[in-house]
């Protein structure tokens, strides 16, 4: 059997619309959700609700989960019409070693192994601008769902990023800083030390733009080993 320590990298300050669930569900059980709500559209709303709503569930399966995003959904796009109410939602749900991955929109979420790294969410980016519709509340029904399934093994690193990370960090530094840190605390820590210089400097990789980008900042790592 597998346990696991998590640490949570949470700024809020640019808009107040980025929320985040860590639960135990049981002894060997978890839930991580991270949402992004998008800026102008009740996105602290749509993200604080899929909170409420994951907080009350009690999934024992992915698709339990799916029902729950497929609820909100239809709530979000009746009261809108597609206009406001609007989030990304990514959902980790773990039940011994399997790993179910559930995410509408492009907050990221990845496996980290020694020798690799796996998105296991949408690699949408910029959903509002190219639009892709994949959040929550812009369509009427969720058919574009993304869904993942691994098994989970001693040593995985799991980590649930909004773009706030991810548009001023670039893939293989996050990569690099979760798999040579010692813990989930450290990992945050060099991430969260590495955003506050750039955002000093005002100034990004090209690869990334070349201009930091001021956004809310949501993380959840969660390491994994063998039970003791």
């Known amino acids: 059997m597998l346990t696991s320590t998590v640490a949570i990298l949470h700024d809020n300050a640019a808009h107040g619309e980025d929320h985040y669930l860590v639960r135990s569900l049981d002894e060997h059980s978890t839930l991580d959700a991270v949402m992004d709500g998008v800026t102008g559209?009740?996105?602290?709303?749509?993200?604080?609700?899929?909170?409420?709503?994951?907080?009350?569930?009690?999934?024992?399966?992915?698709?339990?989960?799916?029902?729950?995003?497929?609820?909100?959904?239809?709530?979000?796009?009746?009261?809108?019409?597609?206009?406001?109410?609007?989030?990304?939602?990514?959902?980790?749900?773990?039940?011994?070693?399997?790993?179910?991955v559930v995410s509408a929109g492009d907050s990221p979420v990845w496996l980290i192994r020694p020798e690799?790294?796996?998105?296991?969410?949408?690699?949408?980016?910029?959903?509002?601008?190219?639009?892709?519709?994949?959040?929550?509340?812009?369509?009427?029904?969720?058919g574009q769902l993304h869904r993942a399934d691994v098994k989970i093994v001693p040593g995985d690193r799991l980590v649930l990023a909004t773009d706030g990370i991810t548009d001023n960090v670039t893939h293989d530094e996050l990569v690099d800083m979760v798999r040579c840190a010692a813990?989930?605390?450290?990992?945050?820590?060099?991430?969260?030390?590495?955003?506050?210089?750039?955002?000093a400097k005002g100034v990004l990789p090209e690869q990334l733009g070349g201009r930091f980008r001021h956004d809310d900042q949501t993380a959840i790592l969660r390491f994994f080993s063998a039970a003791t």
């Open 41 to 100: 559209r009740g996105g602290r709303e749509a993200s604080q609700e899929v909170v409420k709503a994951l907080s009350g569930a009690s999934p024992t399966s992915p698709e339990a989960v799916v029902a729950v995003l497929e609820d909100l959904n239809q709530r979000f796009y009746q009261m809108s019409l597609g206009r406001f109410l609007l989030t990304t939602a990514s959902v980790a749900l773990c039940l011994g070693d399997h790993l179910h």
């Open 116 to 142: 690799a790294a796996q998105l296991l969410s949408s690699d949408a980016r910029g959903f509002v601008h190219t639009g892709v519709t994949r959040a929550l509340g812009m369509q009427k029904t969720l």
């Open 183 to 199: 813990s989930p605390d450290e990992a945050v820590e060099k991430i969260r030390a590495l955003i506050a210089s750039r955002r």
